[in-house]
């Protein structure tokens, strides 16, 4: 579970310090896998006895509720936490850049970037209020009236993102102007520019460049002063349990997408195969997990009614077969809920397309496939029945007289026949009747 990297020790003169550094690296976006590996992991380092944690970053953003339950932990947590946005190429963007500003000591590697911080509410985007070429002062959050085109909601929501996040930087003495612009007009910087502006504390190329560059910093810890010492100490690296790499999977939308579908088919091919079994375990098992994962997630309600309309439209046009209708339009109804289905403004939050097209042409060529056979089963002769008996052909076993009865061979079974003409045996004769075991026949 903990690999160990090597930190250079030390400076000339000077012994490495006791203890080790925790490691902890959220890689991808913020979401509820996110924050309970960061909760669980950050428990146990300090229950191991680490002086410090390194939260390693890279993430384009993610659910502000996730977001914010991690920095509620940096702010609990009873040792520094270093923010490190890293390796080189790497992004704090979004919720990444709130969590950047909450750290004791925030670094980042030479090629990353920070910042396009703006809030995205579920349904689409924050419209982003005008704003004058000055820099906003310190108290213009709360006095601001609406811009054209935005609502309250969306303007409540804007502050209030403004206001957590001014807040974080006066809490770590950072550039509390430029983190407002990155909220309202989605403002980045590079490593070296938020080094110049005091965005972040330094640039690090590495780890141990991170430590020792922070070592001696006098940080605050709660409502006391820590100073650092983290020159020579042994950087643990805290893993994800099974649970978190599990919720990480589910929480993915399209996993997400792809349970709900399986389950809600597995107990259809149930409800029409009575006693299958496999079926209805598998389907009821996905189910439950899909809408777990969904509670987790940003979706759209609308979304969700309009892909169980769709299924039910085509569960009803496969029961019972139109000329396709149902299932035209459970088709449209499917494809848009699965595209409305999660908010696809929040960063790595929505139903990858190739998936959701895969699927619908799948569908569409099972309803072109079902309306075939329906229109063919229309133009098919009767294979049962007196309707199938009366465009039968066959072959008379014996000579008949006018008016008289002999035996035919008809489908490989013997009958009894009437005819009004005299016919040879050999005769090719076509039933034209029929009168309970007896078969009304003329020449073929």
Not at 173 to 200: P, Y
Not at 304 to 323: I, W
């Amino acid at each position: 579970m903990q690999a160990v990297l090597a930190v250079e020790p030390t400076v000339a003169g000077r012994t490495a310090a006791d203890g080790m550094v925790a490691q902890i690296t959220l890689d991808g976006p913020i979401g509820p896998a996110a924050a309970e590996y960061f909760d669980d992991a950050s428990k146990r380092a300090v229950a191991d006895g680490a002086v410090a944690i390194v939260l390693r970053l890279d993430t384009p953003g993610g659910l502000a509720d996730s977001m914010r339950q991690i920095i509620a932990g940096m702010l609990a947590c009873k040792v520094p936490v270093l923010v490190y946005v890293a390796p080189a190429g790497a992004r704090a963007a979004s919720a990444g850049t709130y969590i950047l500003y909450a750290g004791q000591i925030a670094a980042m590697a030479p090629a990353t970037h920070l910042g396009a911080a703006t809030p995205v509410q579920l349904g689409g985007a924050t419209p982003l209020p005008k704003t004058g070429n000055s820099p906003a002062s310190a108290g213009s959050a709360a006095k601001d009236e609406p811009a054209a085109g935005d609502d309250a909601e969306s303007h409540k929501v804007m502050n209030d993102a403004i206001a957590y996040i001014r807040s974080l930087a006066q809490l770590r003495g950072r550039n509390a102007q430029w983190a407002e612009q990155a909220v309202r007009g989605a403002a980045t910087l590079t490593a070296s520019e938020a080094a110049q502006q005091h965005v972040i504390d330094f640039v690090a190329a590495d780890v141990a460049e991170l430590l020792a560059r922070a070592d001696g910093r006098k940080v605050q810890v709660g409502d006391r002063d820590v100073t650092l010492q983290l020159k020579g100490v042994s950087v643990h690296e805290y893993a994800p349990g099974a649970r978190t790499r599990f919720l990480a999977i589910i929480t993915n939308p399209t996993i997400a997408y792809l349970l709900l579908l399986a389950g809600i088919f597995g107990l259809l091919l149930e409800a029409l195969h009575p006693g299958a079994m496999l079926p209805g375990i598998a389907g009821g098992i996905c189910l439950l997990v899909g809408l777990y994962a969904l509670q987790l997630l940003p979706v759209n309600y609308a979304g969700l009614a309009l892909m169980a309309l769709g299924v039910g439209l085509l569960v009803a046009e496969a029961a019972n077969p139109s000329v396709g209708a149902f299932g035209v339009g459970g088709l449209v109804a499917f494809v848009v809920g699965s595209v409305m289905l999660m908010n696809t403004g929040v960063p790595g939050y929505g139903v990858n397309l190739g998936v959701i097209a895969g699927i619908a042409m799948g569908t569409a060529a099972l309803l072109a496939l079902i309306v075939w056979l329906v229109f063919r089963s229309r133009r098919a002769h009767p294979v049962t029945g007196d309707s199938a008996m009366l465009v039968d052909t066959g072959e008379l076993l014996e000579p008949v007289e006018a008016g008289g009865e002999a035996w035919m061979l008809v489908r490989g079974e013997r009958w009894r026949v009437h005819s009004d003409i005299a016919l040879p045996a050999g005769a090719r004769v076509r039933v034209v009747s029929r009168q309970g075991l007896l078969l009304q026949v003329e020449p073929a």
